[in-house]
Nanobody
Framework: VQLQASGGGLVQPGGSLRLSCAASGRIFSINIMGWYRQAPGKQRELVASISSGGSTSYADSVKGRFTISRDNAKNTVYLQMHSLKPEDTAVYHC???????????????WGQGTLVTVSS
């Protein structure tokens, strides 16, 4: 099982980016999927999460600007980011609480980070 994130890059303040993260491998089910970020010198923080049923949760700092969604058929989670600010600059990591085939319990898997830089 692996998670592959993509979509980061350099964007000007006020711009938009869309991150994607696809889970692949022998997956029986995926529960919660989420995005975290870690800025230089700071701790990793939860940005947004989404349940298998579509319930979402956001950090206060991104509410109204970011939207998390998922495509269960593709085992993919997205993070649409609008009105980006310099303080959104960070490495963004996706994760998924999932159950591989042959495993009785869920485990948390992480994708590699993708860098988002907001700068003029």
């Amino acid at each position: 099982v692996q998670l592959q994130a993509s979509g980061g890059g350099l964007v000007q303040p006020g711009g938009s980016l869309r991150l994607s993260c696809a889970a692949s491998g022998r997956i029986f089910s995926i529960n919660i999927m989420g995005w975290y970020r870690q800025a230089p010198g700071k701790q990793r923080e939860l940005v947004a999460s989404i349940s298998s049923g579509g319930s979402t949760s956001y950090a206060d700092s991104v509410k109204g600007r970011f939207t998390i969604s998922r495509d269960n058929a593709k085992n993919t989670v997205y993070l649409q980011m609008h009105s980006l600010k310099p303080e959104d600059t960070a490495v963004y990591h996706c994760n998924a609480d999932l159950k591989p085939w042959g495993q009785w319990t869920d485990s948390v898997y992480w994708g590699q980070g993708t860098l988002v830089t907001v700068s003029s």
